[in-house]
């Protein structure tokens, strides 16, 4: 027991010794990287000019003294880092404005776009054709009203109205009718007149398919959209516009035995909105005056993110809309909810891919009350540039209806909408650039630190010229160390290759001898016989 006790003692007595030599090489090698950083340090001070790092470092001033600085020195630091942090929240949050522009006797705008839709969609010349050819009925058939009712259910179907489709859910000879194709066969064409202040230019029309059925885009270059065909924003038709205060700005519509709904609306919209409906009836003469509230872009604006200007520009594409506006981008998110609950997408919206839906997928439709919530989920962002339209003064007038020289009656109606010269828009502009967050960066190092661009280049080749230096003494004392091993291997190597061939040689000569016997030796016990 005596013997266990005493060998436990050394024992613990080496573990004391090799710890204590442990403690004392890592107390040299923390006060030398210590001294090295200290050194490091003063001589980024003396690079720089900084004499606060000077003096933290500084052994022959008091260890108060020496904490002071150093406290002072790591709040300005502080202070430095939280004001740029701060900054460049605000360069990533909000770096714009909104600002008021007045100078108003230079500029151009853009005329107030018109969606004409029918109250009766219907060509029955068209509407007999094709029942004729799609299901061989003709007018003396009894299902004949039948086909014409679903027709005119299809062709008067609205986004908010279509539960007259729903009738037509059991019938199975209505499945793979493409409802978009019939629309545009039995469709009235636009054979009104068009003209404006500006002769020598050519209005554009074209029929489109909206939230509202089949319409017809007057002055509308975004409605190119709404067909589905690929467009290039760049070459699509310009919208009518003039000068403010030097031209009477103004579109005239006349109608000829066509009544219908008018929607005005900004040109680089759709229309998707109740605000400017106009009703148009026969012999109506209505005159409609708008007050334009226009938000114009500035050009650094495109040199930001959506994320910081929270806006979008219209030829500027997007994961869903090759060319942008808020409208289509509202009009497309309905649709795609339409597509995930009943797996089709109503003939509304052409320009969405998907499978279209027949009366049963309107009734699928209806049964999820599309689109009353989704007008409540369906968020979109602005567009940087925007023309916001507002009815001021509406003039009516009725002529009733007249016989013209064949005796037959033809009721005439007309809509004509101008523009009041504004003298006041928006302008959405960038106040806070990258390069003033660049500034505000050296301001506030400037201000809390003293140092600029120039001193933290000098602190990062003092830091990495010493780093360099320390990392190239490291691998030469690790190639020496390196060197001494193998040196030390091959020599033990050699050393052992000799003893090995001197234990050869002893072992060849111990086998000479018992090969070759001598005179005093015993001859063999047997003798080879040829």
Same mark, same amino acid.
């Given at each position: 027991?005596?013997?266990?006790?005493?060998?436990?003692?050394?024992?613990?007595?080496?573990?004391?010794?090799?710890?204590?030599?442990?403690?004392?090489?890592?107390?040299?090698?923390?006060?030398?990287?210590?001294?090295?950083?200290?050194?490091?340090?003063?001589?980024?001070?003396?690079?720089?000019?900084?004499?606060?790092?000077?003096?933290?470092?500084?052994?022959?001033?008091?260890?108060?003294?020496?904490?002071?600085?150093?406290?002072?020195?790591?709040?300005?630091?502080?202070?430095?880092?939280?004001?740029?942090?701060?900054?460049?929240?605000?360069?990533?949050?909000?770096?714009?404005?909104?600002?008021?522009?007045?100078?108003?006797?230079?500029?151009?705008?853009?005329?107030?776009?018109?969606?004409?839709?029918?109250?009766?969609?219907?060509?029955?010349?068209?509407?007999?054709?094709?029942?004729?050819?799609?299901?061989?009925?003709?007018?003396?058939?009894?299902?004949?009203?039948?086909?014409?009712?679903?027709?005119?259910?299809? &062709?008067? /179907? *609205?986004?908010? $109205?279509?539960?007259? !489709?729903? +009738?037509?859910? =059991?019938?199975?000879?209505?499945?793979?009718?493409?409802?978009?194709?019939?629309?545009?066969?039995?469709?009235?064409?636009?054979?009104?007149?068009?003209?404006?202040?500006?002769?020598?230019?050519?209005?554009?029309?074209?029929?489109?398919?909206?939230?509202?059925?089949?319409?017809?885009?007057?002055?509308?270059?975004?409605?190119?959209?709404?067909?589905?065909?690929?467009?290039?924003?760049?070459?699509?038709?310009?919208?009518?516009?003039?000068?403010?205060?030097?031209?009477?700005?103004?579109?005239?519509?006349?109608?000829?035995?066509?009544?219908?709904?008018?929607?005005?609306?900004?040109?680089?919209? &759709?229309? /998707? *909105?109740?605000? $400017?409906?106009?009703? !148009?009836? +026969?012999?109506? =003469?209505?005159?409609?005056?708008?007050?334009?509230?226009?938000?114009?872009?500035?050009?650094?604006?495109?040199?930001?993110?959506?994320?910081?200007?929270?806006?979008?520009?219209?030829?500027?594409?997007?994961?869903?809309?090759?060319?942008?506006?808020?409208?289509?981008?509202?009009?497309?998110?309905?649709?795609?909810?339409?597509?995930?609950?009943?797996?089709?997408?109503?003939?509304?919206?052409?320009?969405?891919?998907?499978?279209?839906?027949?009366?049963?997928?309107?009734?699928?439709?209806?049964?999820?009350?599309?689109?009353?919530?989704?007008?409540?989920?369906?968020?979109?962002?602005?567009?940087?540039?925007?023309?916001?339209?507002?009815?001021?003064?509406?003039?009516?007038?009725?002529?009733?209806?007249?016989?013209?020289?064949?005796?037959?009656?033809?009721?005439?109606?007309?809509?004509?909408?101008?523009?009041?010269?504004?003298?006041?828009?928006?302008?959405?502009?960038?106040?806070?650039?990258?390069?003033?967050?660049?500034?505000?960066?050296?301001?506030?190092?400037?201000?809390?630190?003293?140092?600029?661009?120039?001193?933290?280049?000098?602190?990062?080749?003092?830091?990495?010229?010493?780093?360099?230096?320390?990392?190239?003494?490291?691998?030469?004392?690790?190639?020496?160390?390196?060197?001494?091993?193998?040196?030390?291997?091959?020599?033990?190597?050699?050393?052992?290759?000799?003893?090995?061939?001197?234990?050869?040689?002893?072992?060849?000569?111990?086998?000479?001898?018992?090969?070759?016997?001598?005179?005093?030796?015993?001859?063999?016990?047997?003798?080879?016989?040829?």
């Amino acid at each position: 027991m005596t013997i266990w006790a005493a060998r436990n003692r050394r024992v613990a007595k080496w573990i004391r010794l090799r710890l204590e030599d442990l403690g004392k090489v890592t107390r040299s090698l923390l006060q030398a990287h210590l001294s090295r950083i200290a050194d490091i340090t003063a001589q980024a001070g003396a690079e720089t000019g900084l004499l606060a790092i000077s003096l933290t470092v500084n052994r022959h001033l008091h260890v108060l003294e020496r904490i002071i600085w150093l406290i002072v020195l790591i709040s300005s630091i502080s202070a430095a880092l939280m004001l740029s942090r701060f900054q460049f929240t605000r360069y990533l949050t909000s770096p714009t404005v909104i600002s008021v522009d007045r100078d108003y006797r230079g500029w151009n705008g853009s005329l107030p776009a018109v969606t004409l839709c029918y109250y009766d969609h219907i060509d029955s010349f068209k509407a007999n054709e094709y029942i004729q050819e799609v299901w061989n009925v003709s007018i003396i058939d009894e299902d004949y009203f039948y086909f014409m009712d679903f027709l005119y259910a299809v &062709v008067n /179907a *609205t986004a908010s $109205n279509y539960a007259e !489709l729903t +009738k037509f859910a =059991e019938d199975e000879r209505f499945d793979q009718i493409d409802l978009y194709e019939m629309i545009q066969r039995v469709d009235r064409p636009f054979e009104q007149v068009i003209s404006s202040f500006d002769t020598n230019f050519e209005v554009h029309v074209q029929m489109v398919m909206t939230e509202r059925g089949s319409c017809y885009a007057i002055n509308a270059p975004m409605s190119t959209v709404l067909s589905g065909k690929s467009v290039v924003y760049e070459e699509m038709p310009q919208p009518l516009s003039c000068q403010y205060g030097k031209q009477q700005c103004y579109i005239r519509m006349d109608l000829y035995e066509s009544t219908g709904v008018l929607d005005v609306h900004s040109p680089y919209e &759709v229309s /998707a *909105t109740e605000a $400017n409906i106009v009703a !148009l009836h +026969k012999s109506d =003469e209505i005159t409609a005056s708008f007050k334009v509230l226009e938000t114009v872009a500035s050009k650094n604006l495109r040199d930001l993110s959506v994320e910081q200007r929270k806006c979008v520009f219209n030829n500027e594409e997007t994961s869903n809309l090759k060319i942008y506006s808020k409208s289509l981008c509202l009009a497309r998110c309905r649709a795609v909810m339409a597509l995930e609950m009943c797996n089709c997408v109503p003939f509304f919206y052409p320009f969405v891919p998907g499978p279209s839906c027949n009366p049963a997928g309107f009734e699928c439709l209806l049964d999820f009350k599309w689109p009353i919530w989704a007008l409540h989920i369906c968020k979109c962002p602005s567009t940087c540039t925007e023309i916001e339209y507002t009815m001021q003064t509406v003039k009516k007038s009725s002529w009733g209806i007249k016989n013209n020289e064949e005796g037959s009656e033809m009721a005439t109606s007309s809509f004509r909408w101008d523009l009041i010269p504004p003298k006041v828009r928006f302008r959405h502009d960038v106040v806070f650039s990258f390069e003033d967050l660049v500034v505000s960066f050296g301001g506030a190092l400037a201000f809390f630190v003293g140092v600029s661009v120039m001193g933290l280049v000098q602190i990062g080749h003092v830091i990495v010229y010493n780093l360099l230096l320390d990392m190239l003494n490291l691998s030469r004392w690790l190639y020496a160390i390196f060197r001494g091993w193998i040196i030390r291997h091959r020599k033990i190597k050699r050393e052992r290759r000799m003893e090995s061939m001197a234990n050869e040689r002893i072992s060849l000569a111990d086998t000479a001898k018992l090969q070759f016997p001598t005179p005093s030796s015993p001859p063999p016990p047997f003798e080879y016989v040829n």
